[in-house]
C-alpha cells in the first residue's frame, strides 16, 4: 500500500511542479499546432525569444503563443519583417501562412508597429496564425506570472510526436 501511496504522490507532485499536459484550442498557432494537438509543458524553464509558451490571459483562458520579446528585448514590425533588438529575425514557421496570403492577395501576415521595449517581467507573444490571433497585440505584455509552461513535447497527432522546436 505503501508503493501504491508513494507512485501517486510523485506522479501527482511531478505533474504539479515539472511538468503537464495540455490540448491545443484553436487555430492561433496554426500551422505550427493544429485544434486539439495534445503537448507537454514543462513548468521549470529558462524563456528565450521564439520558444512557445502557454499562459493565462486576463479572462482566465490559457493561450499558447510564440515568445517575440523577453524582458528588455526592443521589437518592431515593418513590411511583414519581424525585428528584435534592431535585427531582423527569420521567421520560417510563417512560411506555409505567408504562401496563403499571397494567394488571398492580402498585403500582409503582420502589420507594421513602431519600436517598443519589452518592459521587466514580461513578454510580447505572437501566434503562428498572425491573421487569426489574439496576442500581445491584443492583449499586450504577458506577465511572467501569468505564464504556465513551456511547450517542450508534442504527443499528438502521431505523425508529430517529439521534441518542439
Request: aromatic fraction near 10%; hydrophobic fraction near 40%.
Given at each position: 500500500?505503501r508503493?501504491?501511496f ?5 506522479v501527482l507532485?511531478?505533474?504539479h511542479?515539472?511538468?503537464?499536459p495540455v490540448a491545443v484550442h484553436?487555430e492561433?498557432?496554426?500551422p505550427?499546432f ?5 503537448v507537454?509543458l514543462?513548468?521549470?524553464?529558462t524563456i528565450e ?5 502557454v499562459?493565462t490571459?486576463p ?8 515568445v517575440i520579446?523577453?524582458p ?6 515593418e513590411?511583414?519583417q519581424?525585428?528584435?533588438?534592431g ?6 514557421y ?13 498585403v500582409?501576415?503582420t ?10 517581467e514580461?513578454?510580447?507573444v505572437l501566434?503562428?496564425?498572425?491573421l487569426n490571433?489574439?496576442?500581445?497585440r491584443?492583449?499586450g ?5 501569468s ?6 513535447v508534442?504527443l499528438?497527432?502521431l505523425?508529430?510526436?517529439?521534441i518542439v522546436?
Open positions: 500500500m508503493v501504491i508513494l507512485t501517486v504522490l510523485i507532485m511531478s505533474r511542479f515539472l511538468f503537464e484553436g492561433s498557432m496554426m505550427t493544429e485544434d486539439d494537438d495534445k507537454v514543462m513548468k521549470i524553464y525569444n521564439f520558444d512557445m509558451i499562459f490571459a479572462n482566465g483562458v490559457n493561450f499558447i503563443k510564440r520579446g523577453v528588455g528585448d526592443r521589437i518592431s514590425m513590411d511583414d519581424l525585428f528584435v533588438n535585427r531582423a529575425e527569420a521567421e520560417p510563417l512560411d506555409k501562412n505567408r504562401k496563403i496570403v499571397e494567394q488571398q492577395g492580402t500582409r501576415l502589420e507594421d508597429f513602431e519600436e517598443f521595449t519589452v518592459p521587466a514580461f513578454y510580447y501566434g503562428d496564425n498572425r490571433s489574439m496576442d500581445s491584443v492583449l505584455f504577458i506577465s511572467k506570472d505564464i504556465v509552461g513551456e511547450v517542450k508534442r499528438s497527432p505523425e508529430h510526436v517529439g522546436e
